[in-house]
T-cell receptor, first 115, second 113 residues
Framework: AQSVTQLDSQVPVFEEAPVELRCNYSSSVSVYLFWYVQYPNQGLQLLLKYLSGSTLVKGINGFEAEFNKSQTSFHLRKPSVHISDTAEYFCAVSDPDNYGQNFVFGPGTRLSVLP | DAGVTQSPTHLIKTRGQQVTLRCSPKSGHDTVSWYQQALGQGPQFIFQYYEEEERQRGNFPDRFSGHQFPNYSSELNVNALLLGDSALYLC????????????FGPGTRLTVL
């Protein structure tokens, strides 16, 4: 079974500083990868996704992620964060070759942007 | 274009009771998945419905059941509630298998006392 690891449960960072949120997955087969953001008391919003093609994926709100197959990683980055980026970030994986296979989420990383 | 909607927003129940949560998928979507998100954790897959049938199920007991209607909306039912069932229940919709993207609703916060 697939699993997703987000090593950092909390990441504090000052406003306008760069940030990287780490995600590693266990599957060695082809995968789809996603980053979702969850603001307090809200559902999940898709930031970006990797399905195929270029390993550098750009998403909304200035976020980007790089797929590294050899390291089974999909780290999320932003060059300059804002206070409004404070939220919970979830990495997720799905298996495109497994009919009906659903998303497996990581435990989440809480990003706190400090003034 | 309405996104995924869920009702109710919040719900308080006592142990042993039964609860029904509702979800309407994004326009054009035919598949609904349900997730349980306990406090401080990532969402856990409960089950997925497609063409009014349960297509896949996660590691949840039979107390959790569901239904999908012809208009693709869905219900999640939980019987004999336990304190540990307290969580945010998220509904996600997709087209077909949905392995390339799922759209999430705002969730229903269930508190079991």
């Amino acid at each position: 079974a697939q699993s997703v690891t987000q090593l950092d449960s909390q990441v504090p960072v000052f406003e306008e500083a760069p940030v990287e949120l780490r995600c590693n997955y266990s599957s060695s087969v082809s995968v789809y990868l996603f980053w979702y953001v969850q603001y307090p008391n809200q559902g999940l919003q898709l930031l970006l996704k990797y399905l195929s093609g270029s390993t550098l994926v750009k998403g909304i709100n200035g976020f980007e992620a790089e797929f590294n197959k050899s390291q089974t990683s999909f780290h999320l980055r932003k060059p300059s964060v804002h206070i409004s980026d404070t939220a919970e970030y979830f990495c997720a994986v799905s298996d495109p070759d497994n009919y009906g296979q659903n998303f497996v989420f990581g435990p989440g990383t809480r990003l706190s942007v400090l003034p | 274009d309405a996104g995924v909607t869920q009702s109710p927003t919040h719900l308080i129940k006592t142990r042993g009771q039964q609860v029904t949560l509702r979800c309407s998928p994004k326009s054009g979507h035919d598949t609904v998945s349900w997730y349980q998100q306990a406090l401080g954790q990532g969402p856990q897959f409960i089950f997925q419905y497609y063409e009014e049938e349960e297509r896949q199920r996660g590691n949840f007991p039979d107390r959790f059941s569901g239904h999908q209607f012809p208009n693709y909306s869905s219900e999640l039912n939980v019987n004999a509630l336990l304190l540990g069932d307290s969580a945010l229940y998220l509904c996600a919709s997709s087209l077909g298998e949905g392995t390339d993207e799922q759209f999430f609703g705002p969730g229903t916060r269930l508190t079991v006392l």
